[in-house]
């Protein structure tokens, strides 16, 4: 344990040296596009096993973002802030086939809590260069060419499929015949795509484990936080209101917040005294199906309950990674440069009888 405090220690100062923060480093569909199958570069998938079946980016890892985070049954990081000890998350990287000199493009779906706890756990563990896919494999799918192709085959063979089973209620057996071979066209031409497809289904592939190294002097908690910190930070709330120099920002559903629902068994519900309620789902462009909304829309969200620049600002969900590093990583882009995501969140404070809740 003191080999961790000294890791953390040294990385608190790191982090302080640095006197104001930067936004996350996003990546457009049409960039990524072109960088996918350079070895210099790596997918990381922050979606649960099941979506990344179903669809992820062509040569992809999937590092599920909720399970990034790593505390006992009781909710306690063994090396808080740090989402897992260095020891652990070197050795999980490791198993993924990740290189440091790789860059790694951090994405999900599209609606962006998932990539961005990617995209934090590699910031914190010192990966020189991490970027967000805005937009995820929804996006890519968008600029894929083939992808593009095999969505107009496929709209075709629905509407083949339609009028095999007219001619077939018309008793029109010639017309059957012809619709059915031109529908056996179109799946041969489907199939000759799935190949070259950006974006495509299928379990992951074994990896070549890699000779991953993190860096103590490397490790960066500027942009987390452990409920130690959250709690003086409560403190000051509760004494100061409106006025308090720190702000925390609760960004799950109503149902969590009033403690309706539960989740990874923790043993209260509700949500943490003074903090500020802003859905993750409110920053997420789902219009443009793009994980981040314009700034100007973005800023108006965080100005209606009064978040100001000038404040220490935490945000938590569940874990950390993934709704609670969605919502920081929205304020960095917006020029707040004070924020941090509250590592372990409610499963840390849930399971924690000494700190207050409210429902």
Not at 181 to 202: D, F, N, W
Not at 214 to 227: C, L, R, V
Not at 278 to 292: A, G, L, Q
């Amino acid at each position: 344990m003191k080999r961790v405090a000294s890791v953390v220690l040294m990385s608190s100062a790191l982090a302080v040296s640095s006197l104001y923060g930067a936004p996350i480093q996003l990546i457009e569909p049409a960039e990524a596009l072109k960088l996918i199958g350079n070895k210099n570069v790596i997918f990381v998938s922050g979606d649960d096993p099941d979506i990344y079946t179903n669809n992820h980016i062509k040569g992809s890892v999937e590092m599920y973002a909720h399970h990034l985070h790593h505390s006992d049954l009781m909710g306690n990081m063994h090396c808080a802030p740090l989402y897992n000890c260095p020891k652990e998350a070197q050795e999980y990287i490791r198993s993924k086939g990740i290189r440091n000199d790789q860059t790694i493009i951090a994405y999900d779906n599209y609606r962006g809590p998932n990539a961005t706890g990617v995209y934090s756990f590699f910031e914190s563990f010192g990966h020189k260069n991490v970027k967000l896919l805005n937009g995820g494999f929804d996006g890519i799918k968008q600029v894929d060419p083939y992808q593009q192709k095999y969505d107009a085959l496929r709209k075709e063979k629905k509407e083949l499929k339609d009028q095999i089973k007219d001619a077939k209620k018309a008793n029109n057996a010639p017309e059957v015949a012809k619709l059915e071979a031109a529908e056996k066209s179109l799946t041969s031409q489907m199939e000759a795509l799935i190949p070259k497809l950006a974006v495509q289904p299928g379990e992951e592939p074994k990896h070549t484990p890699s000779n991953y190294v993190i860096d103590p002097k490397a490790i960066d908690t500027k942009y987390i936080a452990d409920k130690h910190e959250v709690k003086k930070a409560v403190d000051d709330i509760m004494k100061n209101g409106d006025k308090s120099k720190f702000a925390v920002i609760d960004t799950r559903s109503m149902e969590e917040i009033i403690g309706e629902k539960k989740m990874d068994n923790v043993a209260r519900g509700g949500h943490i005294p003074g903090s500020k309620f802003v859905e993750w789902k409110n920053i997420t462009d789902e219009e443009k199906t793009r994980s981040f909304k314009p700034n100007a829309d973005m800023q108006k969200v965080f100005d209606k309950v009064g978040v100001r620049k000038d404040q220490t600002i935490y945000a938590y969900c569940q874990v950390g990674a993934g709704r609670g590093s969605h919502i920081v990583s929205a304020l960095r882009n917006l020029g707040y440069q004070d924020v941090k995501v509250f590592t372990g969140s409610w499963d840390t404070w849930g399971n924690d009888m000494n700190l207050p809740i409210r429902r």
